[in-house]
C-alpha cells in the first residue's frame, strides 16, 4: 500500500525507517520529511498544516493511509478535514480527531478528563488574565515548588518549575499579561509539585482496543544533571529499569483502561497514539500530561524495540481489530541520544555540514533536523541527529551510542553526556 507520513523530525525518520521495513509497503511518502527520511521513501515538499496541499499530494499519489506524526495538525483538525471531504473520508488517518486532540492541546481539557474518570494525577487550577490575583492567591496555598503551564501547545517549552514565590507569581504575570508563549499561555494551569521519577507508556488505540508500546523516560533539560531549559528532549531510554511488572499493571489498571474507557464514555471518537507522561511517587503512578502522538525522542527507542510489522499494527489500528493483534518486542534495550544546535534551546545557527555520518556502525541514526544542499547533510533545527543504539541493559546501549557520536560531527555540535544518570 501506499502510506504518507506527516512530518519532518526524529520521530518521522524513526517511523518511516520501519515502515520502510514492510513487505506491504509499495510507495512510502513523508512531508516535508529531512535528509534523512529520503533513505526509507519520497519526501513531499508541503506544510502537513496546509490541508488542501495534504489531499492535493493523497490523491496525486494514490495515499491509502495518512500518519499523522506532530501535533499540530491534530489539534488543528486534520482527520476531521478527512472525513468531511467526499474524496478524502474513506482514506485512514492515524491521529485523532479535532476534539480528542484537546487531550494535548488544552492542560485544563486533559486535567477535566482526569478527574472525571477518576485518573490520578496532581491538583490544580486555571488562570485566565482576568483571574490573575486568584492566581496570585492560588499560588500562596501551595508549597514550593511552583508548577505553571501554558495551556496551549508550545513546542514542549511552555511549562516552568519554580522555587521562589514571588518568581512564580512574576512569570505567571509574564505568561498572561504579556504572552510569554503567545496565545498558548492565554490560560494558564498550576498545578501542585508531585515529586518523584518520571516516564511516559505509549498506547495505540483504534478507539475500542488498545495495545501498549514499550515504555520509555526521555531527559528534557538541556544540561548535565537535567539542569538548565527545557528542551524538545535530549535523549531517552526505553524499557524503564524501575517500571516494574507490579507498577506497570497499576499503569494499565489505574490509568490506560480508565483513559480508553473515558474515550467511550465521553463519546471522544479517538483512533492513534496516546502518549501517557508519568510520575511515580511511593510506587503508585500519576498521570502529568497526555500527548495525543508519539513522543520526540522517545519514538526512536520505542519502534526500534517493536518486532512487528508496524504497517500490520496501523491496518490492525484502521480496520479496529487491535484486540487481535501481538505485539512482539526486543527484550533488548535501546536508547538514543541527540545531537543539537550550539546554543539550543535558545538562538542557534543553522546550514552547519555534518560528517562522519557513513563510518557510523552498530548504531542508527534518526535525522531530526538535517536538510540536503548540494547533496550534503546539513543542520536545520536545533535538535539535528539522534543516535540509537541497543545492549543487553541501557548502560551497554548507551555505551555504543556515545561511542558513534565520537565520529559524527558539525559545528558547534552539543548532546549532553550523563542521559540515564538518575537510573
Not at 463519546?267 to 500527548?291: D, M, Q, R, T
Not at 541527529?385 to 556515545?402: M, N, P, R, V
Amino acid at each position: 500500500m501506499n502510506i504518507l507520513i506527516l512530518g519532518s523530525g526524529g520521530r518521522e525518520c524513526t517511523l518511516a525507517w520501519k515502515l520502510a521495513q514492510s513487505n506491504k509497503i509499495k510507495n512510502l511518502f513523508i512531508a516535508p520529511g529531512n535528509a534523512g527520511t529520503s533513505d526509507y521513501g519520497e519526501n513531499l515538499d508541503l506544510n502537513p498544516n496546509d490541508f488542501e496541499a495534504v489531499k492535493k499530494e493523497v490523491l496525486e499519489h494514490n495515499i491509502q493511509m495518512v500518519i499523522v506524526g506532530p501535533e499540530d495538525p491534530l489539534v488543528n483538525g486534520i482527520h476531521d478535514f478527512f472525513l468531511s471531504d467526499d474524496a478524502l473520508k474513506n482514506i485512514p488517518v492515524i491521529g485523532p480527531q479535532k476534539y480528542a486532540a484537546q487531550l494535548e492541546g488544552s492542560k485544563e481539557f486533559a486535567k477535566k478528563f482526569m478527574y472525571r474518570h477518576n485518573i490520578p494525577t496532581a491538583k490544580y487550577k486555571s488562570f485566565t488574565v482576568e483571574t490573575l490575583e486568584k492566581g496570585f492567591d492560588f499560588l500562596e496555598t501551595l508549597d514550593a515548588p511552583y508548577v505553571l503551564k501554558a495551556d496551549g501547545l508550545a513546542a514542549g517549552k511552555g511549562v516552568l518549575i519554580l522555587n521562589d514565590l514571588q518568581e512564580a507569581k512574576d512569570e505567571l504575570k509574564e505568561m498572561l499579561t504579556n504572552k510569554k508563549f503567545g496565545d498558548a499561555s492565554t490560560k494558564v494551569v498550576i498545578e501542585e509539585f508531585l515529586d518523584g521519577i518520571e516516564m511516559s507508556t505509549f498506547v495505540l488505540t483504534d478507539g475500542k482496543n488498545y495495545v501498549i508500546l514499550p515504555n520509555a523516560k526521555d531527559y528534557k533539560r538541556i544540561g548535565e544533571g537535567d539542569k538548565g531549559l527545557n528542551t524538545g528532549g535530549m535523549g531517552a531510554i526505553s524499557p524503564v529499569p524501575f517500571a516494574d511488572k507490579e507498577f506497570l499493571n497499576k499503569v494499565e489498571e489505574r490509568i490506560i483502561k480508565p483513559t480508553i474507557n473515558g474515550f467511550k464514555k465521553d463519546n471522544i471518537s479517538y483512533v492513534g497514539f496516546v502518549f501517557i507522561g508519568l510520575i511515580k511517587v511511593n510506587n503508585e503512578p500519576l498521570v502529568i500530561e497526555y500527548n495525543v502522538r508519539m513522543g520526540d525522542p522517545e519514538t526512536e527507542v520505542v519502534i526500534p524495540r517493536i518486532k512487528s510489522d508496524l504497517t500490520d499494527l496501523f491496518i490492525a489500528t484502521a480496520e479496529k481489530k487491535l484486540d487481535t493483534f501481538k505485539l512482539e518486542v526486543d527484550e533488548r534495550s535501546a536508547t538514543t541520544i541527540m545531537l543539537v544546535s550550539g546554543g539550543y534551546p535558545e538562538a542557534y545557527e543553522k546550514n552547519k555540514e555534518i560528517s562522519g555520518l557513513d563510518s557510523v556502525e552498530d548504531s542508527i541514526v534518526f535525522h531530526a533536523g538535517t536538510t540536503l544542499k548540494n547533496d550534503k547533510v546539513v543542520s536545520s533545527g536545533g535538535r539535528v541527529l539522534a543516535i540509537t543504539s541497543y545492549g543487553e541493559d541501557f548502560k551497554q546501549a548507551l555505551t555504543q551510542s556515545y561511542k558513534n557520536i565520537e565520529k559524527i560531527k558539525f559545528d558547534q555540535m552539543n548532546y549532553r553526556t550523563d542521559i540515564g544518570f538518575d537510573l
